[in-house]
């Protein structure tokens, strides 16, 4: 590689800054603009819900690297600078401020939005959304103390978590959810309704098939969400946790072929020409799963985005992690890995003791095992995954049996 090339990377998240790492850590002497919309350097989000949140975790553990690593590093670093227009053709990206930075390679790495809730009142103070560390500092403001009503709507990931949290911290939770069973949709109704009972019991009031109408205020600030039934529900505070939307406008309007996000090949080039993506937006094809792939999780932002940088450099990459991610709500702690898109109509094989929620689950089709979850079982996560990775048919016997180790099967 030159050291007169110029690497762009749009979006200072996860992926941008493990990408940027990469490029050092693998020799790269060139220039790198790591360009992000955010005040803030890269920092990660998984802590924003759980103990970051709780104000268990202190603010400096959720960076990627400490503000001066970029300088040190000769990374330029440029914040609070969002990219407005790339030029495929001339390779260019435009900035909001006007300037424009040519590049050899550009890597687009821009996360996710939340989906925004589209009712009467959604816009009024008071309701809240997490995506950045400034939502969640705001938010711990007005949960830290407690007693206060927190109405979730939508019962996802962050809704759970932030439910779990906020019950911790003392404040009265309501989850409303349009579905019948929360999470059902990434793990099943069984293991839905296990997550629905450890929140109720906890104190959560989670009400489920329900559909929120509008959000009601006063003086311009929310106070009562009123469901399509005519109920309403008194709140202090409204979270919208109905999931996220990838930041594709970008590679949009460049010309990038889009699927659910911008589509790469296994080495997470698009198909323009020396650009790249990574993180929540690629719909990368996974050549273990025989098929793109998109997913919104920490590890895929922190591998996939490392994946991306030695692609830049001309290596030769085939990105096939097996997706994994994780939560931790109130005493259960998760790890989930595999291709959830494969897993309809599985067979659930459990190991372990769902009572006590000390198991693993394996999602089996076809007698192969397509995805795995270990709850509050630990350093076994290596082992589910090899199962996966390695495709073989097993035998559910001995995968429920826990005298047969993981690794024999
Ligand atoms: C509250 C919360 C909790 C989570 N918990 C978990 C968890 O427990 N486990 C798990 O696996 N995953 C979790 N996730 C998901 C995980 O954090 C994401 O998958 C990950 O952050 C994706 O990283 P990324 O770098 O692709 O995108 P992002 O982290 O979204 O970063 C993209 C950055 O690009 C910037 N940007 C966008 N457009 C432009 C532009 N045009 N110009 C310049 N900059 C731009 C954005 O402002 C943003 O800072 C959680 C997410 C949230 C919000």
Same mark, same amino acid.
């Given at each position: 590689?030159?050291?007169?090339?110029?690497?762009?990377?749009?979006?200072?998240?996860?992926?941008?800054?493990?990408?940027?790492?990469?490029?050092?850590?693998?020799?790269?002497?060139?220039?790198?603009?790591?360009?992000?919309?955010?005040?803030?350097?890269?920092?990660?989000?998984?802590?924003?819900?759980?103990?970051?949140?709780?104000?268990?975790?202190?603010?400096?553990?959720?960076?990627?690297?400490?503000?001066?690593?970029?300088?040190?590093?000769?990374?330029?670093?440029?914040?609070?600078?969002?990219?407005?227009?790339?030029?495929?053709?001339?390779?260019? #990206?435009? %900035? *909001?401020? /006007?300037?424009? @930075?040519?590049? !050899?390679? $550009? +890597?687009?790495?821009? &996360?996710?939005? =939340?989906?925004?809730?589209?009712?009467?009142?959604?816009?009024?103070?008071?309701?809240?959304?997490?995506?950045?560390?400034?939502?969640?500092?705001?938010?711990?403001?007005?949960?830290?103390?407690?007693?206060?009503?927190?109405?979730?709507?939508?019962?996802?990931?962050?809704?759970?978590?932030?439910?779990?949290?906020?019950?911790?911290?003392?404040?009265?939770?309501?989850?409303?959810?349009?579905?019948?069973?929360?999470?059902?949709?990434?793990?099943?109704?069984?293991?839905?309704?296990?997550?629905?009972?450890?929140?109720?019991?906890?104190?959560?009031?989670?009400?489920?098939?329900?559909?929120?109408?509008?959000?009601?205020?006063?003086?311009?600030?929310?106070?009562? #969400?009123? %469901? *399509?039934? /005519?109920?309403? @529900?008194?709140? !202090?505070? $409204? +979270?919208?946790?109905? &999931?996220?939307? =990838?930041?594709?406008?970008?590679?949009?309007?460049?010309?990038?072929?889009?699927?659910?996000?911008?589509?790469?090949?296994?080495?997470?080039?698009?198909?323009?020409?020396?650009?790249?993506?990574?993180?929540?937006?690629?719909?990368?094809?996974?050549?273990?799963?025989?098929?793109?792939?998109?997913?919104?999780?920490?590890?895929?932002?922190?591998?996939?985005?490392?994946?991306?940088?030695?692609?830049?450099?001309?290596?030769?990459?085939?990105?096939?992690?097996?997706?994994?991610?994780?939560?931790?709500?109130?005493?259960?702690?998760?790890?989930?890995?595999?291709?959830?898109?494969?897993?309809?109509?599985?067979?659930?094989?459990?190991?372990?003791?769902?009572?006590?929620?000390?198991?693993?689950?394996?999602?089996?089709?076809?007698?192969?095992?397509?995805?795995?979850?270990?709850?509050?079982?630990?350093?076994?996560?290596?082992?589910?995954?090899?199962?996966?990775?390695?495709?073989?048919?097993?035998?559910?016997?001995?995968?429920?049996?826990?005298?047969?180790?993981?690794?024999?099967?």
């Amino acid at each position: 590689m030159s050291p007169t090339q110029n690497f762009v990377i749009v979006g200072a998240g996860l992926a941008g800054a493990t990408a940027a790492t990469t490029l050092r850590d693998e020799g790269f002497e060139g220039r790198i603009h790591l360009i992000g919309a955010e005040a803030h350097h890269p920092y990660i989000r998984p802590p924003l819900s759980k103990d970051f949140l709780a104000g268990a975790a202190e603010r400096d553990s959720v960076f990627v690297e400490p503000a001066d690593w970029y300088g040190e590093h000769e990374i330029d670093l440029m914040l609070g600078t969002a990219v407005t227009d790339l030029d495929a053709s001339g390779q260019r #990206v435009v %900035l *909001d401020s /006007g300037a424009s @930075i040519a590049y !050899d390679a $550009v +890597l687009l790495a821009t &996360g996710s939005a =939340p989906r925004r809730l589209d009712v009467p009142g959604a816009d009024l103070a008071g309701v809240r959304y997490l995506r950045t560390l400034d939502d969640s500092e705001a938010l711990h403001a007005e949960l830290a103390g407690g007693g206060r009503r927190l109405v979730l709507v939508g019962s996802g990931w962050i809704g759970m978590e932030v439910a779990a949290t906020a019950r911790t911290l003392g404040n009265d939770v309501t989850v409303l959810e349009r579905d019948p069973i929360p999470l059902a949709n990434a793990l099943g109704d069984e293991l839905g309704t296990m997550f629905a009972e450890l929140h109720t019991s906890h104190g959560v009031e989670l009400r489920p098939s329900v559909v929120v109408e509008s959000i009601m205020g006063e003086d311009g600030r929310a106070d009562a #969400v009123r %469901l *399509d039934d /005519g109920d309403v @529900i008194r709140a !202090d505070l $409204v +979270l919208v946790g109905v &999931g996220a939307i =990838p930041n594709i406008d970008l590679a949009r309007s460049a010309g990038a072929a889009l699927g659910s996000g911008v589509l790469t090949d296994a080495a997470l080039r698009t198909d323009l020409p020396n650009v790249y993506a990574a993180g929540d937006i690629a719909d990368a094809y996974h050549p273990i799963a025989g098929m793109r792939l998109r997913s919104e999780h920490w590890a895929n932002a922190l591998h996939g985005g490392a994946a991306a940088a030695r692609s830049m450099l001309g290596h030769s990459v085939s990105y096939d992690d097996i997706p994994y991610f994780y939560t931790d709500q109130y005493d259960l702690g998760m790890e989930y890995s595999g291709f959830g898109p494969l897993t309809r109509g599985a067979e659930i094989v459990y190991r372990g003791d769902r009572a006590r929620r000390e198991f693993i689950a394996f999602w089996v089709v076809a007698g192969r095992v397509m995805a795995g979850m270990n709850v509050n079982v630990w350093d076994v996560n290596e082992a589910v995954q090899g199962i996966i990775r390695r495709g073989n048919l097993v035998d559910p016997h001995r995968l429920a049996d826990p005298q047969v180790p993981l690794e024999e099967l």
